[in-house]
């Protein structure tokens, strides 16, 4: 048992004993008292002890929370993230292979000598590469990836490296739920086992410390979002962490709505050829008041919470504390994604591009397929005919 624990069931047994001896007190005077009404007494009297008990203890469970860290590290175009509870670590994601050794080397500064957890969230090489480096120099207890194999150098390396160091890899399962230091995490997706993009197959949790949580969605696009919602689980957050680096394709609007995040970390290149924030990502963001935080701005991004509150630090700031920082920078607006419908989040109606019924950007959710509208519940729209 860990000092805290210990510290915390020593305040209950001294408030115990205190009250018992009150209650004591209270049955002897009441015994010597006149009249017949001290066995009622002595009964309201224990009722309400019983409830201070209750009340104190809920106090100090509610204070037992640690202060969780949630590391959005600066990869680049890219995505890497270190999670921190009470001395135990997990990490999602691991960048690109230039940035792998930086990511270690943050591992070390972070005093990391173990990884309780590493989730691949997919097999993209900027987030599997940093991850088949950190595995290089970092024991993990468990290895979270998703389903499907790839036909990249980095995934052959990742499987290799698995086998090599005896390790096995735990498919996520929606719904299962995860230990951390102080902290617990959710998954809550892949929701299939087939998707035509695999970016659909990344693993998505929502990390929860006390009254605060997290949700990390990897490269997830909107077909993966809207079988989240599905799920019935409560995807409410405070700090999201932009799918697809805020492509368009991704953080639709009703997912955001379903979320309803007060923050917005993005991790993204400087000047990356995707355009990654895309403009109508930012769009849903800030139409939703979001405080928005970007790597590419800021370096790196560190959130705080005490259970209650949470806190931003980064490394590229004149303030060593930020906190609800709207960024509404200038955008990359350069886009190399193809757009072959638009959705309207409010009719659910998609269209095409050209059509002279589009609803205003922040309401625009954007499908590469007519398979992909449909199951996010689109229907086609009757003037354009986008189905023909």
Excluded: W
């Excluded at 209950?12 to 066995?39: N, R, V």
């Excluded at 940035?99 to 599997?128: C, F, G, M, W």
């Excluded at 009703?254 to 995707?274: L, R, T």
């Amino acid at each position: 048992m860990n000092k805290k624990n210990t510290n915390i069931n020593l305040i209950e047994s001294c408030i115990k004993k205190f009250l018992a001896l009150m209650i004591a007190a209270g049955i002897f005077f009441t015994g010597c008292s006149d009249g017949g009404s001290g066995a009622g007494n002595i009964e309201d009297d224990s009722r309400s002890v019983a409830s201070l008990l209750e009340d104190g203890s809920k106090s100090l469970e509610a204070s037992d929370n640690g202060n969780l860290e949630v590391h959005f590290i600066d990869v680049g175009q890219g995505s890497a993230t270190l999670i921190e509870s009470d001395g135990h670590y997990m990490l999602i994601d691991g960048g690109d292979s230039k940035y792998a050794s930086r990511l270690v080397s943050y591992l070390q500064d972070e005093s990391v000598n173990k990884l309780d957890y590493v989730i691949a969230t997919h097999y993209d090489a900027d987030h599997l590469n940093g991850i088949v480096g950190a595995l290089n120099s970092y024991d993990a207890d468990t290895v979270i990836a998703p389903d499907y194999k790839a036909e990249s150098k980095v995934y052959k390396s990742f499987r290799s490296l698995i086998k090599e160091k005896n390790m096995d890899i735990t498919y996520p399962v929606t719904g299962t739920e995860y230990k951390i230091g102080d902290a617990e995490f959710t998954i809550l997706a892949p929701n299939d086992t087939h998707y035509d993009d695999a970016n659909d197959y990344s693993v998505a949790i929502k990390l929860v410390n006390g009254e605060n949580s997290f949700i990390m969605t990897g490269d997830a696009e909107i077909e993966s979002e809207y079988e989240m919602i599905e799920t019935g689980i409560d995807l409410s957050c405070d700090v999201y962490l932009a799918g697809h680096h805020g492509s368009k394709y991704s953080s639709s609007q009703a997912f955001m709505q379903a979320m309803h995040p007060e923050s917005v970390v993005i991790s993204a290149g400087k000047d990356n050829k995707y355009g990654h924030p895309s403009e109508e990502a930012l769009a849903r963001f800030n139409a939703m008041g979001c405080n928005i935080y970007r790597t590419d701005e800021l370096g790196d991004i560190v959130a705080i919470s005490d259970g209650k509150n949470i806190t931003f630090n980064t490394t590229q700031s004149s303030s060593s504390n930020i906190s609800k920082s709207k960024n509404n920078s200038k955008t990359n607006t350069s886009q190399t994604d193809e757009v072959n419908f638009i959705g309207n989040a409010i009719s659910k109606k998609y269209h095409l591009p050209d059509c002279g019924s589009l609803p205003d950007k922040e309401n625009q959710v954007y499908f590469s397929t007519i398979k992909e509208a449909e199951k996010a519940g689109y229907t086609p729209c009757g003037n354009c005919d986008p189905d023909n």
